[in-house]
């Protein structure tokens, strides 16, 4: 999170200088069971207008934000580990090795997250979505070879009409005319 924390007493402060108070824990569990624990900052009461307007919701309820202590927790290891010299030496090489594929898979098959659980699952998923991409690249290379293609058909159909004018216009190694061999066969 991008704003402003102040560890001592425990609250936020946005963008817009509205302060965000601790004001309890709260727990949600999801479909699979699995509970996460949320600490909850609602935003303090303003007098004055514009205050006002920033710490409330359009149906005038206070705003509050909810925190979860054990993810931001994961996130600072992260940053620290990837803060090394060591670290930002692996995170480099993700650029060259297997960030591009991903990255396709986000920006052109629009494939940002798994609807599924379970490693079986996800094994499937992913293969049915990386057979979809090899299957774009397929009907791309196949639009570019037919592209090929019909330059080389193009060109060969004008050989061919080369070749046959050639072979018309000599007929027994000596110059015939084309005017004059068809005169020829229509008598």
């Not at 991409?133 to 330059?151: D, R």
């Amino acid at each position: 999170m991008n704003w402003e924390y102040h560890a001592e007493e425990d609250y936020y402060v946005d963008n817009h200088h509205i302060r965000f108070s601790y004001h309890g824990m709260s727990h949600r569990t999801d479909k699979n069971g699995f509970t996460r624990d949320f600490k909850v900052y609602r935003a303090d009461d303003y007098d004055d207008p514009e205050g006002y307007y920033w710490s409330t919701t359009r149906m005038g309820n206070q705003r509050r934000i909810n925190i979860n202590p054990h993810w931001e927790s994961q996130k600072a290891y992260v940053r620290e580990q990837l803060s090394s010299p060591e670290g930002k030496a692996i995170f480099a090489k993700r650029k060259l090795e297997d960030e591009p594929a991903f990255g396709n898979l986000k920006a052109n098959l629009r494939f940002r997250r798994l609807s599924v659980r379970g490693l079986r699952q996800v094994n499937n998923e992913l293969g049915i979505i990386l057979m979809a991409a090899n299957m774009n690249k397929l009907a791309k290379m196949m639009a570019n070879l037919s592209h090929i293609f019909g330059w080389i058909e193009k060109l060969s159909h004008i050989f061919q009409k080369k070749w046959k004018m050639r072979l018309n216009l000599f007929v027994g190694g000596t110059y015939v005319p084309a005017t004059s061999t068809f005169s020829q066969v229509k008598q």
